[in-house]
């Protein structure tokens, strides 16, 4: 079969060897992270109209790692592994303060990931959830339906943030890149409201990866107070309108400025992304095509037979760090101040919210007593 004629969701479908990354799905939201300091600073911030612009710059700023995963852009994108039902990543970040990140795969058919990030210093948290749809029409389409909402303590104060569709293109040429597209918005408790247009290349026209985006007060877009204008992959300069001069120019490609965290392969549990998927990722670091088939087959063949026994006994997947809920009252009031934008719980096997101590004690006990990812007993 030619990958031109498939249609219809393609996320679960198995991609050869050779085009796999050496990470899994579950690892992404740990790129809203890249940079902390970004991740933090609207909590300093007593104006409300620097509050909004600042989560707007860190919306921005972390575009580009997560839609190359890290990778050089020189090196194209490739797809992540398909993380499995019970699948965990851990980190932490250590600098002003402890930012901190619970990612795990909360379904697998349909693929969601739920993700909880804090800085417990700076009261800053944000928690969200994504499924990805994914479809091929020349070009490889991913739609993501889900959301984030950041909340910052100190003011009581909510960020309602989008997950921009992708489009990638250049798959049949063999030099993949990412393409955002669309028109999204981040809605605040606050009256602010961030609007942003990804524009991107067009056939004759156009930038790659650019986009124009404008802050203004709920039902005053005709005048806006900031805009912002440049590629995500690149630069993009913070405008300010009423006083009409550039506040900044910012390097989406300055290096963190501190490292992430995670335990050594020794001390991680079995369900952690890494040590899961350890047999994988060293067969595709040292190009051994057959071991990654392997191994691969021989995790996604284990997690076949646990569903299969759960569903025999009419068990449910005990989820570890979040829990499904029929309504959120925070992301219904965001909602309502911008056009077209839905919870779609119908297609996320519901709404996922965090269970917060659970994820601060995420480093306390086994995730899954007597269990590991192949199924058999710790």
Not at 112 to 139: I, M, P
Not at 349 to 373: C, F, S, Y
Request: hydrophobic share 35%; proline share 6%; charged share 25%.
């Amino acid at each position: 079969m030619s990958i031109a004629t498939i249609k219809g969701d393609l996320s679960n479908i198995t991609a050869p060897p050779f085009v796999l990354a050496t990470k899994s799905a579950v690892e992404f939201p740990a790129y809203w992270a890249e940079h902390p300091s970004t991740f933090t600073a609207p909590a300093a911030a007593a104006d409300p109209q620097e509050r909004a612009l600042l989560v707007l710059k860190w919306f921005l700023a972390a575009l580009k790692q997560q839609q190359y995963a890290g990778r050089d852009e020189k090196e194209g994108v490739k797809k992540p592994l398909n993380a499995f039902l019970g699948e965990v990543f851990l980190a932490r970040w250590e600098g002003d303060g402890v930012t901190e990140l619970v990612s795990e795969q909360v379904s697998h058919h349909p693929p969601v990931t739920a993700c909880y990030l804090w800085n417990d210093k700076h009261g800053v948290r944000a928690e969200g959830y994504t499924c990805q749809e994914v479809t091929f029409s020349g070009s490889v389409n991913v739609a993501q339906i889900g959301h984030a909402i950041l909340h910052i303590d100190a003011y009581n104060e909510d960020y309602l943030i989008p997950l921009p569709s992708v489009k990638v293109s250049g798959i049949l040429t063999g030099t993949p890149y990412p393409e955002l597209k669309g028109t999204y918005y981040i809605p605040s408790s606050n009256g602010f409201v961030s609007e942003i247009s990804f524009t991107g290349k067009k056939l004759f026209t156009g930038k790659k990866n650019a986009f124009h985006a404008s802050l203004y007060r709920e039902g005053d877009s005709g005048n806006p107070l900031y805009s912002v204008e440049g590629q995500w992959n690149d630069k993009f300069t913070i405008h300010d309108e009423t006083a009409q001069k550039d506040l900044e120019t910012y390097d989406v490609n300055t290096p963190p400025e501190v490292s992430m965290s995670i335990a050594p392969l020794s001390e991680q549990d079995p369900w952690e992304t890494r040590t899961a998927w350890s047999g994988v990722i060293s067969a595709l670091e040292r190009g051994d095509m057959q071991g990654v088939s392997d191994e691969k087959n021989k995790l996604e063949q284990a997690q076949r037979d646990m569903r299969k026994k759960e569903e025999k006994g009419g068990m449910e997947w005990h989820r570890a760090f979040f829990k499904r809920e029929e309504e959120h009252q925070r992301f219904e009031r965001l909602a309502k101040m911008v056009p077209g934008v839905e919870l779609g719980k119908d297609k996320t096997e519901g709404i996922w919210r965090v269970n917060d101590e659970k994820a601060k004690r995420m480093r306390e006990g086994p995730v899954h007593q007597g269990l590991t990812p192949f199924g058999y007993d710790a």
